[in-house]
C-alpha cells in the first residue's frame, strides 16, 4: 500500500465551480501535510502547508486534515483557468525528518 | 523562498552516457534534495546533500548511478550514470522553503535516454 494515496484525475470543471482534491495516507507518523500545484514543465510549488489537523484557508484555497480518517482535502473556490495543473498532496512527520512522501497528483483542468 | 535555476532544462541523450544536473539556489542552504518525478508516478527522493558531507541516499538510489556533489551553500549537481532508458525522467532539485513548513523545487531536467 502507497503511503499516500491520490486519485490522478483528470478531473475537468466548468470556471466558477468549486474544486475538491483528495488524498489518503496510511502514516500515522506525519505531522505535517503539504499542497504543491506543479504547471506543466514547471516544478511544484508550495500552495499550503497544515500541521495536524485543522482548516487553513488562504485567499481561493482551503486545505483541510483529518488525522481520525488520513484523509487530505485541498478546496479551490471560484475556479480559475489558470488553476489547470497538477496537484499534489504530500505528508511529513516533521522533526527534521526531510522524508516527504508525495501522493501521484491529481490533473486538474478549468475550463472557461 | 529561495529561487532555484537548474540546468539543463532538458536534453536526450544516448544510453550508457552520463548526464550533470546543476542547481543553484540564491541563498545559502544547509540542506539540498534530489528527486525523481517518473510519468504517472510519485515525487520520489533520491538523496539529500549537505555541504561537506557524503550526500546520504534512499533506498533503491546508489552513489554509483547518482552522484552527487555539493561543494559549496549554494550549488550542487546530481549526474545520472551510464542511463537506460529506464532513467528517462523529470530530476528536481530541492530546498527548504525557509518561510514556511515545506519545500522548495526548481524547473526540473526533463531527461530522455535513446
Known amino acids: 500500500q502507497k503511503e499516500v494515496e491520490q486519485d490522478p484525475g483528470p478531473l475537468s470543471v466548468p470556471e466558477g465551480a468549486i474544486v475538491s482534491l483528495n488524498c489518503t495516507y496510511s502514516n500515522s507518523a506525519f505531522q505535517y501535510f503539504m499542497w504543491y500545484r506543479q504547471y506543466s514543465r514547471k516544478g511544484p510549488e508550495l500552495l499550503m502547508y497544515?500541521?495536524?489537523?485543522g482548516n487553513k484557508e488562504d485567499g481561493r484555497f482551503t486545505a483541510q486534515v483529518d488525522k481520525s480518517s488520513k484523509y487530505i482535502s485541498l478546496f479551490i473556490r471560484d475556479s480559475q483557468p489558470s488553476d489547470s495543473a497538477t496537484y499534489l498532496c504530500a505528508g511529513d512527520s516533521g522533526a527534521g525528518s526531510y522524508q516527504l512522501t508525495f501522493g501521484k497528483g491529481t490533473k486538474l483542468s478549468v475550463i472557461p | 523562498s529561495a529561487v532555484i535555476s537548474q540546468k539543463p532544462s532538458r536534453d536526450i541523450c544516448q544510453r550508457g552516457t552520463s548526464l550533470t544536473i546543476q542547481c543553484q539556489v540564491d541563498s545559502q542552504v544547509t540542506m539540498m534534495f534530489w528527486y525523481r518525478q517518473q510519468p504517472g508516478q510519485s515525487l520520489t527522493l533520491i538523496a539529500t546533500?549537505?555541504?561537506?558531507?557524503?550526500?546520504?541516499?534512499e533506498s533503491g538510489f546508489v552513489i554509483d548511478k547518482f552522484p552527487i556533489s555539493r561543494p559549496n551553500l549554494t550549488f550542487s549537481t546530481l549526474t545520472v550514470s551510464n542511463m537506460s532508458p529506464e532513467d528517462s525522467s523529470i530530476y528536481l532539485c530541492?530546498?527548504?522553503?525557509?518561510?514556511?513548513?515545506?519545500?522548495?523545487f526548481g524547473s526540473g531536467t526533463r531527461l530522455t535516454v535513446v
Open positions: 546533500a549537505n555541504q561537506g558531507s557524503e550526500a546520504t541516499y
Open positions: 497544515t500541521y495536524s489537523s
Open positions: 530541492s530546498v527548504e522553503d525557509g518561510y514556511n513548513y515545506g519545500y522548495t
